[in-house]
């Protein structure tokens, strides 16, 4: 199991344990990372993590399983997607494997999305909630 999987220590990891750890897989393999701080002064709903790789940037949500986006988060990321970005929701280092193109493939991520039954990608079914 991965650096950083929600599903290696169940509901005890926290949104940061899994962050640190897709943060650390994405530096890994390439990708400039920066962590957003939240607070005074900052977009309202911005997303925890912003990628960027081969001049594509990533925004995405670091959710705990069953984590839901407020308000201020759904408006955020209708926003990028209306601007043409890639917004994503992750709880864990698989799901955003499954999400980006470029790591697609990596440690059997789409026989993991064949296991668990899914045929959308996890941002696609949290839109859905």
């Known amino acids: 199991?991965?650096?950083?999987?929600?599903?290696?220590?169940?509901?005890?990891?926290?949104?940061?344990?899994?962050?640190?750890?897709?943060?650390?897989?994405?530096?890994?393999?390439?990708?400039?990372?920066?962590?957003?701080?939240?607070?005074?002064?900052?977009?309202?709903?911005?997303?925890?993590?912003?990628?960027?790789?081969?001049?594509?940037?990533?925004?995405?949500?670091?959710?705990?399983?069953?984590?839901r986006l407020s308000r201020v988060q759904e408006k955020f990321r209708d926003s990028i997607r209306a601007a043409g970005g890639n917004w994503m929701v992750a709880t864990s280092v698989e799901d955003v494997i499954r999400e980006i193109p470029g790591l697609r493939g990596l440690f059997g991520a789409e026989d993991i999305s064949e296991k668990q039954g899914q045929k959308r990608t996890l941002s696609e079914a949290h839109d859905q909630r």
Do not use: C
């Open 1 to 67: 199991m991965l650096h950083g999987s929600a599903k290696r220590l169940g509901n005890r990891m926290t949104e940061k344990d899994i962050q640190n750890g897709i943060r650390q897989f994405l530096r890994m393999n390439g990708f400039f990372v920066i962590r957003n701080q939240q607070g005074l002064g900052s977009h309202p709903g911005m997303t925890d993590l912003t990628a960027v790789k081969d001049g594509q940037v990533y925004w995405i949500e670091i959710k705990k399983p069953g984590g």
